[in-house]
């Protein structure tokens, strides 16, 4: 009959673009190892162990595609993933890769920051499924520390932290409602999927992250990544 209506089909795209100049040296931040495996790799890995069916898109600068492929094959990282390449801005990523997802699918797709390599595969399943049966998902972690906000001459004031959350990705989608919220014109305000999302009116469904789950940005961050590594590979 040739009709795949009902066959639900899900997405992940990673996002491993950006040239860490805040980490200092020559190699992308993405590409640097933790726990002897380049960071890239770990958080394809994880996705991979949620999901051994799920599709996977790789979004990478055109310029880092062939170093890409050189430590793939150095590395014996065989994954089945495809590749899209990196757009001006984030939105711009995002929407490439969404481009290599067909128009009449049926599912879910989450984004990922490449360099987040420690969601919790139960986290993954959490944003899926919420996905599935809400539209959205996206996890969050509580605030710990004290909240200042700072405003004009350099006044202070502390704000309640129980009213705040950390933002984290995977942040998983229904695919028509990613697409739809991506067929917008770029917007300043478009920090994260959830501000494309909740431009066109859908509310966002919160759930639970995982605390270990960071953004590798600064020298400092990979020397936590490096324990969190080493505690995850000694179990």
Known sequence: MGNNRGITTDYAIILGGGKGLRMGGDVPKQFLPVGGMPILMRTIRRFREYSDTLKIILVLPASQQKYWQQLCEEKGFTENLEIADGGETRFHSIKNGLALVPDDAEGVVAVHDGVRPFPDTEVIARCFET????????PVTEVIETLRHVGDNNSSATVPRAEYRLVQTPQAFDIQLHKRAYRQEYNNDFTDDA????????????????????????????????????RQQSR
């Open 131 to 138: 996905a599935r049966s809400k539209g959205s998902a996206v």
């Open 195 to 230: 501000s494309v999302v909740e431009s066109l009116g859908h509310d966002i469904t919160l759930v639970e992250g995982n605390r270990e789950n960071i953004k590798i940005t600064t020298p400092f961050d990979m020397c936590i990544a490096e324990v969190i590594a080493m």
